[in-house]
């Protein structure tokens, strides 16, 4: 995936999770880890990164999981995750 670039703020996204249900399929957050312009991902980023992550599953009853997706995988309007193919769909 070709990092998107946000040249308003000079941010490049470099990885959408999709967080969701994995019983249901509903999402529960998209995430968007974005750096500044010439710069890339770093260990403390990904660190940080796994503390969001363990953070989030923290908070629902529910097994939550997630797929790594590029910003033309998310169709316009409510998203869900189809969990018998693992695909994002129109919600």
Same mark, same amino acid.
């Given at each position: 995936?070709?990092?998107? %670039?946000?040249?308003?703020?000079?941010?490049?996204?470099?990885? $959408?999770?999709?967080?969701?249900?994995?019983?249901?399929?509903?999402?529960?957050?998209?995430?968007?880890?974005?750096?500044? %312009?010439?710069?890339?991902?770093?260990?403390?980023?990904?660190?940080?990164?796994? %503390?969001?992550?363990?953070?989030?599953?923290?908070?629902?009853?529910?097994?939550?999981?997630?797929?790594? %997706?590029?910003?033309?995988?998310?169709?316009?309007?409510?998203?869900?995750?189809?969990?018998? $193919?693992? $695909?994002?769909?129109?919600?």
């Amino acid at each position: 995936m070709q990092p998107k %670039a946000n040249p308003g703020m000079g941010l490049r996204v470099m990885e $959408t999770r999709v967080y969701y249900d994995a019983i249901s399929g509903d999402v529960v957050h998209v995430h968007r880890l974005a750096v500044g %312009a010439g710069q890339e991902v770093d260990e403390n980023l990904r660190k940080g990164l796994e %503390a969001f992550d363990q953070w989030l599953r923290s908070q629902h009853e529910r097994e939550i999981d997630f797929l790594n %997706a590029g910003d033309s995988d998310l169709p316009a309007g409510p998203i869900r995750v189809d969990v018998n $193919t693992r $695909t994002i769909m129109n919600g």
